[in-house]
């Protein structure tokens, strides 16, 4: 069925738009968001003849010369046709109708509107009124029943409902839809046609269900894969045989109801919504209407199948993609069809050409041929991007040929998907003339764009930061972002202008307190973020430019994509962009981690970003600890897991929490500690708007384990979120950051709570190798309480196999003594609660000339002493003056004869031994003895190896033996405390060293228990 695309003309203002033919065809008669209805003798009249029907008129009805208009002061109002004289008010609502239309032989008018209700009005006598009501959303459109028995409506409800006109009853209602509030933010108008013989026609999405009056089945559906938005408005031929939808991103179709085939494809010149539709009555042309106000015409349509029984052969579909085929493309150009422009996506840019195969293929769909077996695959289309913004795109048409030919293959393979846009994490469409660009942790930016002004509001959360500002937009600025330090903005290049990047740097100390930079010609920005101390933005030419926060130009480097968007944070940026073409509706983006500071390094290095199935990027950012972190369409929200190698996991999905498939989350902002996930609720929209004054909401974070409603499943999500969460802190004191040390030991002990009940609860249920997987997850200290809890519940096995597993422990716990030996004199083996090395304290920095087997002294700033060891002034202070004035009696002490020594000596060195020392100081003559001219640390080395070649038994023996010659200290150090206050230093050396040395074990074992100091005994 090829037909003619007649130009576009203009028709109403901007605005929504309807068109009808009158009952012989003569006319076409439209009416639009200006008040006025106009009526055409053809495309080609350049004046036609109009009525002014009110301020806006949302929909017509043409029957019988009575012409019905719903318009903007709640009425439905009937007018002569051709005349254009007022024939009275038909019905009024509470608010505007949105839809009118006539029954078959025009007797009654059924109109829907914005207050729920539907109204059925005989025209000749408007008090005879019907009132249907059951709908709890506006009313979207509403369609009478051949036989005028029945009238469909959808509404913003989301169902489709078939009444009974007579009774005023619901017959059935089918929940088809999206919810939205209104019909302003409804995905499609979803215009219900009913066929003049049997079938009731919905738009669902990208499809068309077909109902069957009486038995109400849903006997088949209509589709075309060509199709990716959905369908807003469908139309009847007046035969019944041909049904037009007119779809959301301009495409045309027409289907034949019998082959269930799409006959037609044609697109709108410039991609905007077909808001309007109808069949001329003799079924050659199809009249429609934009959501611009522009009407346009199909002609030549024929209503019978017979001239499109054949098609012209076409290449092997390996030829489809070869770069010398595009003759495949123009065969079938003739001057009356619209010219295939240059076929480049999106705004012509020029990175977006590698979505573009050689022969001409564009974006969303490309060159799709009917399927095979069909009799009517008589056109070979050109689809058009949906994003596109000004391609006039045409449709060319390969005309049909005499003779039928079998078929050669076509491509069935996948198709490519429209690459999404950069965009601004936190921002709202730049369409809109009010609209927040940026939300984050620091503040608001909002534009307003409308017929008064062009500005920008900036706010700050917190106004110690700076004051608001309001800024006068001349130059147009689409981007910005804001931080502790800078609003940073920029704007697209005009033909006289070039892209511009401007700092507004409030926080400098000196007078100037703006820059702005000019980008070179042909080069727009598309993404921007800020850091601390730094600005970065990314362009069109695949490029990204880094600057100062004070405007010096820093490092410049080349993007493998084009940008999608970028995040900063202290030191770290982020960037997404597209690294290939995705297919199948999936997106294929690539991320890169890059850090500045001292050693500037890239973390992640063009990695693929995981995304769910057929969904894109919606936001990306930073956690405020500085973590990665991202959200895609399904409302999944990801986290970079540092200790996993850099991989990304899943830790909340928004959507659980939506009450409605229309309703989303808006992200703002991603905490770790506490954990909560900061995001506004939008009802029947993906975003919010700016007034009035969104509300932010806070979701939790659940890992998405197997059968977390189950005790062991909560536990193991509670688990490794905890572990997750508190990645941060190893990274942050690994960059040089102060870290909240209180914080990390509580979460560590909230771990080694957790682990121990799950260790519980494996051995309730008989799991004893489970038991032992949880345990080789714990501390030294957590695994004490397990042997206890084991032996307690008499799992002898268990027991034993966990204190062999305490010995390792133990074990790994002192090598890390002699590694750290060679860059510390001492040597150490005080458990490390953080990958970052407390500073030593004390004479523990001073250096020595023979190194000695001791352990170090307390640090008065250690990561757990704080809520170990309160000790008191005066002890602290009398331990730092003796450290200082006898250093030579701390060198000079023999480890393997202790003699009754000063107080500073027992205050320093006393401390439980382990069982590896005890067997060193047996069996240090040995070693010295078969190696007579090693040094310290070798000796410890040498005795390290033999040790480990002893037995598990002998091993535990030692180690025993070592706990046993200090197993009353606890209590004597709770009596020592709650006695003695301060507590002198001079008292007498057994006490002394009695206190220090509980103090020390204190320290090496887990604060959380007071069982801590009990170890598993054979016997």
Same mark, same amino acid.
């Given at each position: 069925?090829?037909?003619?695309?007649?130009?576009?003309?203009?028709?109403?203002?901007?605005?929504?738009?309807?068109?009808?033919?009158?009952?012989?065809?003569?006319?076409?008669?439209?009416?639009?968001?200006?008040?006025?209805?106009?009526?055409?003798?053809?495309?080609?009249?350049?004046?036609?003849?109009?009525?002014?029907?009110?301020?806006?008129?949302?929909?017509?009805?043409?029957?019988?010369?009575?012409?019905?208009?719903?318009?903007?002061?709640?009425?439905?109002?009937?007018?002569?046709?051709?005349?254009?004289?007022?024939?009275?008010?038909?019905?009024?609502?509470?608010?505007?109708?949105?839809?009118?239309?006539?029954?078959?032989?025009?007797?009654?008018?059924?109109?829907?509107?914005?207050?729920?209700?539907?109204?059925?009005?005989?025209?000749?006598?408007?008090?005879?009124?019907?009132?249907?009501?059951?709908?709890?959303?506006?009313?979207?459109?509403?369609?009478?029943?051949?036989?005028?028995?029945?009238?469909?409506?959808?509404?913003?409800?989301?169902?489709?409902?078939?009444?009974?006109?007579?009774?005023?009853?619901?017959?059935?209602?089918? /929940? &088809?839809?999206?919810?939205?509030?209104?019909?302003?933010?409804?995905?499609?108008?979803?215009?219900?046609?009913?066929?003049?013989?049997?079938?009731?026609?919905?738009?669902?999405?990208?499809?068309?269900?077909?109902?069957?009056?009486?038995?109400?089945?849903?006997?088949?559906?209509?589709?075309?894969?060509?199709?990716?938005?959905?369908?807003?408005?469908?139309?009847?031929?007046?035969?019944?045989?041909?049904?037009?939808?007119?779809?959301?991103?301009?495409?045309?179709?027409?289907?034949?109801?019998?082959?269930?085939?799409?006959?037609?494809?044609?697109?709108?010149?410039?991609?905007?919504?077909?808001?309007?539709?109808?069949?001329?009555?003799?079924?050659?042309?199809?009249?429609?209407?934009?959501?611009?106000?522009?009407?346009?015409?199909?002609?030549? &349509?024929?209503?019978?199948?017979?001239?499109?029984?054949?098609?012209?052969?076409?290449?092997?579909?390996?030829?489809?993609?070869?770069?010398?085929?595009?003759?495949?493309?123009?065969?079938?150009?003739?001057?009356?069809?619209?010219?295939?422009?240059?076929?480049?996506?999106?705004?012509?840019?020029?990175?977006?050409?590698?979505?573009?195969?050689?022969?001409?293929?564009?974006?969303?769909?490309?060159?799709? &041929?009917?399927?095979?077996?069909?009799?009517?695959?008589?056109?070979?289309?050109?689809?058009?991007?949906?994003?596109?913004?000004?391609?006039?795109?045409?449709?060319?048409?390969?005309?049909?040929?005499?003779?039928?030919?079998?078929?050669?293959?076509?491509?069935?393979?996948?198709?490519?998907?429209?690459?999404?846009?950069?965009?601004?994490?936190?921002?709202?469409?730049?369409?809109?003339?009010?609209?927040?660009?940026?939300?984050?942790?620091?503040?608001?930016?909002?534009?307003?764009?409308?017929?008064?002004?062009?500005?920008?509001?900036?706010?700050?959360?917190?106004?110690?930061?700076?004051?608001?500002?309001?800024?006068?937009?001349?130059?147009?600025?689409?981007?910005?972002?804001?931080?502790?330090?800078?609003?940073?903005?920029?704007?697209?290049?005009?033909?006289?202008?070039?892209?511009?990047?401007?700092?507004?740097?409030?926080?400098?100390?000196?007078?100037?307190?703006?820059?702005?930079?000019?980008?070179?010609?042909?080069?727009?920005?598309?993404?921007?973020?800020?850091?601390?101390?730094?600005?970065?933005?990314?362009?069109?030419?695949?490029?990204?430019?880094?600057?100062?926060?004070?405007?010096?130009?820093?490092?410049?480097?080349?993007? /493998?994509? /084009?940008?999608?968007?970028?995040?900063?944070?202290?030191?770290? &940026?982020?960037?997404?962009?597209?690294?290939?073409?995705?297919?199948?509706?999936?997106?294929?983006?690539?991320?890169?981690?890059?850090?500045?500071?001292?050693?500037?390094?890239?973390?992640?290095?063009?990695?693929?970003?995981?995304?769910?199935?057929?969904?894109?990027?919606?936001?990306?950012?930073?956690?405020?600890?500085?973590? /990665?972190?991202?959200?895609?369409?399904?409302?999944?929200?990801?986290?970079?897991?540092?200790?996993?190698?850099?991989?990304?996991?899943?830790?909340?999905?928004?959507?659980?929490?939506?009450?409605?498939?229309?309703?989303?989350?808006?992200?703002?902002?991603?905490?770790?500690?506490?954990?909560?996930?900061?995001?506004?609720?939008?009802?029947?929209?993906?975003?919010?708007?700016?007034?009035?004054?969104?509300?932010?909401?806070?979701?939790?974070?659940?890992?998405?384990?197997?059968?977390?409603?189950?005790?062991?499943?909560?536990?193991?999500?509670?688990?490794?979120?905890?572990?997750?969460?508190?990645?941060?802190?190893?990274?942050?004191?690994?960059?040089?950051?102060?870290?909240?040390?209180?914080?990390?030991?509580?979460?560590?002990?909230?771990?080694?709570?957790?682990?121990?009940?799950?260790?519980?609860?494996?051995?309730?249920?008989?799991?004893?190798?489970?038991?032992?997987?949880?345990?080789?997850?714990?501390?030294?200290?957590?695994?004490?309480?397990?042997?206890?809890?084991?032996?307690?519940?008499?799992?002898?096995?268990?027991?034993?196999?966990?204190?062999?597993?305490?010995?390792?422990?133990?074990?790994?716990?002192?090598?890390?003594?002699?590694?750290?030996?060679?860059?510390?004199?001492?040597?150490?083996?005080?458990?490390?609660?953080?990958?970052?090395?407390?500073?030593?304290?004390?004479?523990?920095?001073?250096?020595?000339?023979?190194?000695?087997?001791?352990?170090?002294?307390?640090?008065?700033?250690?990561?757990?002493?704080?809520?170990?060891?309160?000790?008191?002034?005066?002890?602290?202070?009398?331990?730092?003056?003796?450290?200082?004035?006898?250093?030579?009696?701390?060198?000079?002490?023999?480890?393997?004869?202790?003699?009754?020594?000063?107080?500073?000596?027992?205050?320093?060195?006393?401390?439980?031994?382990?069982?590896?020392?005890?067997?060193?100081?047996?069996?240090?003559?040995?070693?010295?003895?078969?190696?007579?001219?090693?040094?310290?640390?070798?000796?410890?080395?040498?005795?390290?190896?033999?040790?480990?070649?002893?037995?598990?038994?002998?091993?535990?023996?030692?180690?025993?033996?070592?706990?046993?010659?200090?197993?009353?200290?606890?209590?004597?150090?709770?009596?020592?405390?709650?006695?003695?206050?301060?507590?002198?230093?001079?008292?007498?050396?057994?006490?002394?060293?009695?206190?220090?040395?509980?103090?020390?074990?204190?320290?090496?074992?887990?604060?959380?228990?007071?069982?801590?100091?009990?170890?598993?005994?054979?016997?």
């Amino acid at each position: 069925m090829p037909c003619e695309r007649k130009p576009m003309r203009y028709g109403h203002s901007e605005g929504h738009t309807e068109v009808c033919f009158d009952d012989q065809g003569k006319f076409i008669v439209t009416c639009g968001n200006d008040g006025d209805v106009r009526i055409w003798e053809g495309l080609d009249d350049d004046d036609p003849k109009f009525i002014t029907v009110g301020e806006k008129a949302y929909s017509l009805a043409l029957k019988n010369g009575k012409l019905v208009t719903a318009s903007s002061n709640n009425t439905v109002q009937i007018h002569t046709f051709p005349d254009g004289d007022p024939d009275g008010i038909l019905t009024r609502f509470t608010t505007n109708a949105t839809h009118v239309t006539f029954n078959s032989s025009g007797s009654k008018v059924g109109a829907g509107s914005s207050d729920f209700m539907i109204k059925v009005v005989e025209v000749s006598d408007s008090s005879q009124q019907k009132t249907l009501r059951g709908h709890e959303a506006p009313v979207l459109s509403v369609t009478f029943d051949p036989k005028d028995d029945f009238l469909a409506s959808s509404s913003c409800d989301g169902s489709v409902v078939v009444w009974n006109i007579e009774e005023q009853t619901q017959v059935i209602s089918w /929940p &088809l839809l999206q919810k939205t509030n209104d019909v302003s933010n409804a995905k499609s108008l979803c215009r219900l046609a009913w066929q003049p013989k049997t079938f009731l026609a919905v738009p669902v999405d990208t499809k068309v269900h077909l109902y069957e009056r009486g038995s109400w089945d849903h006997v088949s559906s209509l589709s075309d894969d060509l199709l990716t938005q959905p369908i807003n408005v469908l139309a009847w031929s007046q035969c019944g045989q041909f049904l037009a939808a007119g779809s959301v991103g301009g495409s045309l179709t027409v289907w034949d109801v019998n082959s269930k085939l799409c006959v037609e494809r044609q697109k709108h010149e410039k991609g905007f919504t077909v808001c309007g539709l109808a069949w001329h009555p003799s079924g050659s042309q199809i009249a429609y209407t934009d959501t611009e106000g522009c009407l346009g015409l199909l002609d030549g &349509l024929s209503t019978s199948t017979s001239d499109a029984s054949t098609t012209k052969p076409v290449k092997d579909y390996d030829d489809l993609f070869d770069d010398d085929d595009d003759g495949l493309m123009d065969e079938g150009l003739s001057d009356n069809n619209s010219p295939v422009k240059k076929p480049v996506a999106g705004d012509d840019d020029d990175d977006d050409d590698f979505l573009m195969p050689a022969t001409g293929r564009v974006r969303n769909r490309g060159a799709i &041929l009917d399927d095979e077996n069909s009799l009517d695959t008589g056109s070979l289309k050109l689809g058009q991007d949906k994003f596109g913004d000004d391609d006039d795109t045409g449709s060319a048409v390969v005309p049909a040929a005499a003779p039928l030919v079998p078929l050669r293959p076509v491509y069935e393979g996948p198709l490519p998907t429209p690459p999404q846009k950069a965009f601004q994490p936190g921002s709202t469409p730049a369409h809109l003339t009010h609209r927040f660009m940026m939300w984050n942790s620091v503040g608001i930016v909002r534009g307003y764009n409308d017929e008064q002004d062009n500005a920008i509001d900036v706010e700050f959360h917190d106004t110690a930061v700076h004051h608001a500002m309001h800024l006068t937009n001349s130059l147009g600025h689409t981007m910005a972002d804001i931080s502790q330090e800078a609003v940073l903005l920029a704007c697209p290049s005009t033909d006289e202008l070039a892209s511009k990047l401007q700092c507004l740097h409030f926080s400098s100390w000196d007078t100037n307190k703006e820059w702005m930079v000019d980008l070179p010609k042909d080069e727009d920005a598309r993404a921007l973020c800020l850091g601390q101390g730094w600005a970065a933005v990314a362009t069109s030419t695949l490029i990204l430019r880094l600057f100062s926060i004070g405007g010096v130009q820093r490092e410049i480097f080349s993007l /493998p994509g /084009p940008v999608v968007c970028m995040a900063g944070h202290g030191e770290q &940026l982020l960037v997404v962009y597209h690294r290939a073409t995705g297919f199948d509706g999936e997106q294929a983006l690539g991320v890169q981690l890059l850090q500045f500071g001292q050693r500037k390094r890239q973390l992640i290095n063009g990695e693929p970003l995981p995304l769910s199935h057929k969904s894109y990027l919606s936001w990306l950012g930073f956690t405020a600890e500085g973590t /990665p972190c991202y959200v895609d369409s399904d409302g999944v929200v990801r986290m970079l897991n540092r200790s996993l190698g850099n991989t990304w996991t899943p830790v909340c999905n928004t959507r659980e929490t939506c009450k409605s498939k229309s309703d989303h989350y808006w992200v703002v902002g991603v905490h770790e500690n506490p954990q909560q996930l900061r995001c506004i609720p939008c009802k029947g929209s993906r975003y919010p708007p700016t007034l009035p004054r969104p509300a932010v909401a806070i979701l939790p974070f659940k890992l998405p384990l197997c059968q977390t409603t189950t005790e062991k499943g909560q536990m193991e999500e509670q688990f490794w979120r905890s572990v997750l969460f508190h990645n941060h802190y190893s990274f942050l004191s690994s960059s040089g950051y102060e870290i909240d040390e209180e914080g990390q030991s509580r979460s560590q002990k909230e771990q080694q709570e957790l682990l121990m009940k799950m260790f519980a609860l494996s051995c309730k249920l008989d799991r004893e190798f489970r038991s032992m997987e949880l345990a080789e997850m714990m501390t030294h200290n957590a695994v004490t309480l397990a042997i206890r809890y084991a032996s307690r519940s008499r799992r002898m096995a268990l027991a034993q196999r966990l204190s062999e597993l305490a010995l390792e422990k133990a074990n790994q716990i002192q090598e890390e003594g002699p590694g750290e030996q060679e860059e510390e004199p001492q040597y150490c083996s005080i458990r490390r609660t953080s990958g970052k090395s407390a500073p030593l304290g004390g004479s523990a920095g001073k250096p020595n000339k023979s190194p000695v087997l001791k352990p170090l002294a307390p640090r008065p700033k250690s990561k757990t002493q704080s809520t170990l060891l309160q000790m008191t002034g005066t002890k602290a202070a009398n331990r730092k003056t003796q450290e200082d004035t006898d250093p030579v009696a701390v060198q000079q002490k023999q480890p393997e004869v202790p003699p009754p020594a000063s107080p500073a000596d027992n205050t320093e060195n006393k401390r439980p031994k382990t069982g590896f020392q005890l067997w060193l100081e047996e069996n240090r003559k040995n070693i010295t003895a078969d190696h007579p001219d090693l040094e310290e640390t070798d000796v410890i080395k040498e005795a390290m190896g033999r040790f480990r070649t002893l037995s598990a038994e002998e091993r535990l023996s030692w180690t025993e033996r070592a706990k046993g010659q200090t197993g009353d200290a606890a209590d004597l150090k709770k009596r020592k405390r709650t006695d003695g206050g301060g507590g002198d230093v001079e008292n007498e050396n057994g006490q002394a060293e009695t206190d220090e040395n509980s103090a020390k074990k204190k320290k090496s074992l887990d604060a959380s228990s007071k069982l801590s100091a009990f170890a598993f005994n054979k016997s």
